[in-house]
Structure formats: C-alpha cells, structure tokens
C-alpha cells in the first residue's frame, strides 16, 4: 500500500469515528439498514395503492414550470413516513383517502381513477377536497398535509418552486409583490 492510501483510509477511519461520537450512529444504521426492514411492521402500500398514490400527488402538484409531486419523491416519501414513522391507525387513515377517491372515481365517472383522463382525476380529486375540508376531515388534512410536507421538503420543492437564496441581502420592509416572486425557503 502507498503513503497516500494509508493516509485516506486514516481520515476515513477518523472521520468515521467523528460522526460517531456526536451522534451519527442513528443516521448510519439508517445508511446501513437494508430496504424493506421494517422492523417487522407492515408496507404503507401495496403496488396498486402506491400507483393511485402517485397519481393522486401529481394532480394535487402537477408538473407546470417546475416539478410535480412525482419528480420531487412525494409519493416515495410518503411511503417512507408511513412505514418508518406512521402508526397503524394513520396508514390506514391515508389508505382510506386513496380508496374513497378510488371509489369516488368509479361512482363518478364509471372507471378506476387512473383510467380517467387528467381533467377527469382533477374533477374527482377537486370533488373530494371542497367535501373533507369543509368538513374538516382529520384524515384528509393528514394526507394533504404529507403531500406538501414531502414536496416543500424535497430540493426540488425548496429550490425549484420557492425562491431559494443563500443570503438574502438587506432588509427592505416595502416591497412591491411583482419584485419578490415566489416564496422564500428557509
């Protein structure tokens, strides 16, 4: 082995051991762990639901002059809060929003949601948001609220769609709106 390999696996090794030390230890067994160890707790979706549940993100966050849901990872971040995180009863409150708008879609429409047209998902998705927000439905508001969770979240989100800067500048409390644009991330 040469001067410089040994030197590299040493600042590895120490590096390694740093991240350790201040608390890395969970964010490598994240890294580590195999996909699909859930610690023995069962799949938010199965493959047809997480079809619907892509599907359904992209209507709520279309692609337009930035990415849509589906770009950004909302679906799969989903996926992931609700097998990592999620209890039972708010997997089953999430799949229950994607079986009502399933079933909303065939009552509507007489076909599945994703057999419908773009116009026609976004009459069904639009149907159901004007009824469970007026009724301030708990399992809704958690879908909803997961689907921009993971799309403001994502780089895509804090940099495509808000405005991201670095450093700001100055502060300048009278703006006039057509100056700013879109939103800041933070």
């Known amino acids: ?30 890294i580590a762990r195999s996909p699909g160890a859930f610690l023995g707790r069962a799949r938010a979706f199965n493959a047809e639901q997480f079809a619907l549940l892509e599907q359904v993100c992209e209507v709520i966050i279309p692609t337009t002059d930035t990415p849509g849901a589906i770009t950004a ?6 996926r992931q809060m609700l097998e990592e995180w999620g ?56 879908f909803k609220q997961l689907v921009l969770l ?9 940099t495509h769609e808000l405005r991201y800067e670095l450093v700001p500048g100055a502060w300048r409390a009278n703006l006039p709106l057509s100056e700013v644009g879109r939103a800041s991330a933070v």
């Open 150 to 158: 993971g799309y403001y979240q994502s780089e895509i989100g804090a």
């Open 1 to 30: 082995m040469s001067d410089s390999s040994k030197h590299n696996l040493n600042r590895r090794a120490l590096l390694l051991g740093a991240v350790l030390l201040v608390g890395g230890g969970a964010a490598l067994t994240r």
């Open 73 to 78: 990872g909302v679906p799969a971040f989903m």
């Open 87 to 142: 209890s039972d009863e708010s997997r089953a409150e999430i799949v229950s929003v994607l079986e009502t708008l399933e079933k909303l879609a065939w009552s509507k429409f007489g076909a599945g949601f994703l057999e419908l047209i773009p116009e026609r998902r976004l009459q069904v998705v639009s149907g159901l948001d004007a009824e469970r927000v007026a009724r301030h439905d708990p399992a809704y508001g958690k």
